[in-house]
């Protein structure tokens, strides 16, 4: 949920990936088989930041995930000199941060194998070597985050069922009040394309995380990254 993580985040994953591939690769092989296998060394690299950063955050919970969203009476205050265009973008966002959110409380192991099974949709077999586990592992740690997700978000997301107290458009102000999103003023916001209402009801409560629209890569960002692969600083 902060864009200066996960930039520096992505810079970390492909440069340890990179240096551990360039160490196994002495004498070039077939370019397939080395783009496959990058793949996974970066999925790899990102898991191994992913438990490190773990170690060094406090964890969120879901009980503070609620007293942080939906404690407070709806504000609406704040939200008077929103035009449409911006409203639609910040509702997005909450959208987006509340289930990033909802992740961050599951356990990092959890959390990885939800993500990178259910939401990513990997083959399970690339997730459990991803992981460094056994395929029955994966599924135990997949079965309980799905649990755990399901019994938080059935019962309060009108995203999965609209008979639910938790609506985006009300928790808003309050989102905006306590700094859970950001102001978008003046700065370019993706994954925002589409109107934030032409989205049915989920009633599984994991299907929600594939409504999201895909993230876009910022171009600087990809610059920078062949920049620094270019200038020989990951070797």
């Not at 520096?8 to 340890?16: D, G, H, Q």
């Not at 964890?59 to 409203?87: C, K, M, N, Y």
């Not at 395929?135 to 978000?153: D, F, G, N």
């Amino acid at each position: 949920m902060r864009e200066d993580e996960a930039r520096s985040t992505t810079r970390e994953a492909f440069s340890r990936a990179y240096r551990r591939w360039k160490k196994r690769h002495a004498v070039p092989s077939d370019p397939t088989d080395e783009l496959g296998e990058i793949g996974l060394l970066i999925f790899r690299m990102a898991a191994d930041i992913s438990q490190e950063q773990q170690r060094s955050h406090d964890a969120l919970s879901f009980d503070e995930l609620d007293a942080l969203i939906r404690g407070d009476p709806t504000q609406s205050g704040v939200l008077d000199e929103l035009g449409d265009g911006e409203r639609n973008r910040l509702l997005w966002e909450l959208k987006q941060g509340c289930l990033t959110a909802v992740l961050n409380c599951l356990p990092v192991g959890e959390r990885m194998a939800f993500i990178l099974s259910e939401v990513l949709e990997e083959n399970p077999a690339r997730v459990a070597s991803i992981l460094g586990i056994s395929s029955s592992a994966l599924r135990v740690r997949v079965s309980r985050a799905r649990k755990k997700i399901t019994a938080y978000l059935a019962p309060r997301c009108a995203h999965v069922d609209p008979r639910n107290p938790c609506r985006c458009p009300s928790r808003l102000g309050v989102a905006l009040t306590r700094g859970f999103i950001g102001d978008v003023r003046g700065r370019q916001i993706s994954l925002r394309a589409r109107p934030f209402d032409q989205d049915a009801p989920q009633h599984d409560p994991v299907a929600i995380f594939r409504t999201l629209p895909a993230p876009e890569v910022p171009p600087e960002l990809a610059a920078q990254l062949l920049d620094e692969l270019d200038s020989g600083s990951w070797d």
